[in-house]
């Protein structure tokens, strides 16, 4: 049951992290807490296919310049499935860096 808690929390946090990039990031707009909630999912699922695609290299923890535009990539990708996000390509690299910050600040295991 903790496992199931646990992704649920980091889901969450996503989400609310994703709301807050919204917020400051020109070019990026999610509307509401579950289409925000969606979009976290989505752009899960498209990372861990486009990581198991093409290898470890391109996930943003390898914080190379790879794995940064590869995020940007999944967040703009991720606009064509959840109905109310929108990103323009600035809007995504933006929300990719600010992301991959709060990724630093906040580790994954944390979250």
Partial sequence: MRGWFGII?????????LLFVGFLVP????????NALLA???????????????????????????GFV????VIWL???VVP?????????LLASFIIGLVDAIVPTELR
């Fill in 9 to 17: 929390v980091r889901f969450v946090v996503s989400a609310l992290v």
């Fill in 78 to 80: 991720a606009q064509f």
């Fill in 40 to 66: 976290a999912v989505v752009i899960a699922v498209i990372g861990y296919l486009v990581e198991l695609a093409l290898g470890q290299r391109v996930s943003p923890q390898s914080r190379g310049v790879v």
């Fill in 27 to 34: 070019g990026f707009e999610v509307a509401g807490f579950v």
């Fill in 84 to 92: 109310t996000m929108t990103v323009t390509i600035i809007g995504a």
């Fill in 70 to 73: 590869t995020a940007a990539v």
